[in-house]
């Protein structure tokens, strides 16, 4: 299994564009997650989905962002319009529910300039 | 407000000695606890969990130790080696393996490895 796919892998792009990150999680997996990591709040759960349906997007930080999983195997975060403050790693994971946890993809470098 | 603390951003130990990791928490509803550890341009890796129905469990040369009352517990890396420079991430949910409510994490500890 390849893992969790994420990409791009780097993105930089101008305040007011429109951004989507794009995760393939491991088949059979039924939780997608996104994180996103910044210097200051650490890793912060954005949203997860459970068999493709949001369950939960308490922590999505304002409607700028939105989350969707159209099939079990492709998940995409997209912010628009983009800001500077939104530059951080975001990470997609996905999980089966077990008690191992989560296995992260690399993670995508987005700035905002 | 962090329900998980980690509140030493770094910790540099000596090649061969024990490294101590440590990480608080607040919600007294919180009954696994996990840590990963995170190398550069890599996401987060699993590396080993504790339930609250245990206060220790070892997996090699990490140990981790689990305090309930104290809300309190710590990853033990023996000996330590270079390539347990990372961060380490202490993570937290009411559910194992955080499936169902999503993992609580701490901002990491920057583990250094001096030779």
Redesign the interface.
């Known amino acids: 299994d390849a893992g969790?796919i994420q990409s791009p892998r780097h993105e930089v792009t101008e305040m007011g564009q429109e951004v989507t990150l794009r995760c393939k999680p491991i088949s059979g997996h039924?939780?997608l997650?996104w994180?996103r990591q910044t210097m200051m709040?650490?890793?912060?759960?954005l949203i997860?989905f459970?068999n493709n349906v949001p369950i939960?997007d308490s922590?999505m930080p304002e409607d700028r962002f939105s989350a969707k999983m159209p099939n079990a195997s492709f998940s995409t975060l997209k912010i628009q319009p983009s800001e500077p403050r939104d530059s951080a790693v975001y990470?997609c994971?996905s999980?089966?529910?077990?008690?191992?946890?989560?296995?992260?993809?690399?993670?995508t470098r987005l700035t905002v300039v | 407000d962090q329900q998980v603390k980690q509140n030493s951003p770094s910790l540099s130990v000596q090649e061969g000695r024990i490294s101590i990791l440590n990480c608080d928490y607040t919600n007294s509803m919180f009954d696994?606890f996990?840590w990963?550890k995170k190398y550069p341009?890599?996401?987060?890796?699993?590396l080993i969990?504790i339930?609250s129905i245990k206060d220790k469990n070892e997996d090699g040369r990490f140990t981790v130790f689990l305090n309930k009352s104290a809300k309190h517990l710590s990853l033990h890396i023996v000996p330590s080696q270079p390539g347990d420079s990372a961060v380490y991430?202490c993570?937290a949910s009411q559910k194992?393996?955080?499936?169902?409510?999503?993992?609580?994490?701490?901002?990491?500890t920057h583990l250094i490895i001096q030779p």
Do not use: Q
């Not at chain 1, 709040?41 to 759960?45: D, F, I, N, S």
């Not at chain 2, 341009?41 to 699993?46: R, V």
């Open positions: 969790v039924d939780y997650f994180y709040r650490g890793l912060e759960l997860y459970n939960d922590g990470f994971a999980s089966p529910g077990t008690r191992y946890g989560y296995t992260f993809g690399s993670g | 696994y996990l990963y341009a890599e996401g987060p890796t699993f969990s339930s991430f993570a194992p393996g955080g499936g169902a409510d999503g993992l609580t994490f701490g901002k990491g």
